[in-house]
């Protein structure tokens, strides 16, 4: 079951925060991060296991909460670099069982 | 280079052929997966194959099949292809232990026309 993605679609000036959310109403094992440049490969981030752990990737951190099977993603004093879409992912195993990416979040980063 | 290769690049095709797209997993990945990413959209899981054998299948099309060879490089086929078959294709490898990510290929552009 694809997870669901918040906000769809979010645009910032350079510098300021975003915070995007992932959230599942299945039992999560772990929850990745990707970034997509249009047009580009999508590259991984980071990925966040069961226990509620908080990881962090240069301004990019993210958490998950293993009770509301839910990960945010934090984006602060953003950078145009930081422009793409993001994707998060979820697997319910620890094999990467039924791993299903979720729709995705539009960020633009403008001057 | 993040290491897996997909090849070709690009592809422009007729409606109703048939093509291969290929990818070499990142060394010391035993799993690969396939993607497709219609124009702006998310990504779609096709199938993936661990070590040779096919592990998990998505919403992959009967005219689509896959393999994975003993040297671990992968072939999606598609045949009898339609215009709504043009699509970025991605594959992705993982070493498949607890704690790591995938690594994507820069992807196939496939255009039918």
């Known amino acids: 079951q694809q997870p669901v993605q918040s906000p769809q679609a979010v645009i910032l000036r350079e510098g300021e925060d975003a915070v995007i959310n992932c959230s599942s109403s299945?039992?999560?094992?772990?929850v990745h991060w990707y970034r997509q440049k249009h047009g580009e490969a999508p590259v991984f981030l980071m990925i966040?296991?069961?226990?509620?752990e908080q990881k962090g990737h240069e301004k990019i951190s993210a958490s998950f909460n293993e009770k509301k099977q839910q990960s945010s993603l934090y984006l602060t004093a953003s950078q145009l670099s930081y422009s793409g879409t993001y994707f998060c992912?979820?697997?319910?195993?620890?094999?990467?069982?039924?791993?299903?990416f979720g729709p995705g979040t539009r960020l633009s980063v403008l001057p | 280079d993040s290491g897996v290769t997909q090849t070709p690049k690009h592809l422009i095709t007729a409606t109703g052929q048939r093509v291969t797209l290929r990818c070499s997993p990142r060394?010391?990945?035993?799993?690969v997966y396939w993607y497709q990413q219609s124009l702006d959209q998310g990504l779609q899981f096709l199938i993936q194959?661990?070590?040779?054998?096919?592990?998990a299948k998505g919403n992959i099309l009967e005219r689509f099949s896959a393999q994975q060879f003993p040297d671990l490089h992968s072939e999606l086929n598609l045949s009898s292809l339609e215009l709504g078959d043009s699509a970025l294709y991605f594959c992705?490898?993982?070493?498949?232990?607890?704690?790591?990510?995938?690594?994507f290929g820069s992807g196939t552009r496939l255009t039918v026309v």
């Open positions: 194959y661990y070590n040779g054998e096919e592990r």
């Open positions: 992705a490898s993982s070493v498949d232990r607890p704690g790591r990510g995938y690594t």
């Open positions: 966040l296991l069961k226990g509620g």
């Open positions: 992912g979820t697997e319910r195993g620890d094999y990467g069982q039924n791993f299903v």
């Open positions: 060394s010391g990945d035993l799993s």
């Open positions: 299945k039992a999560l094992y772990s």
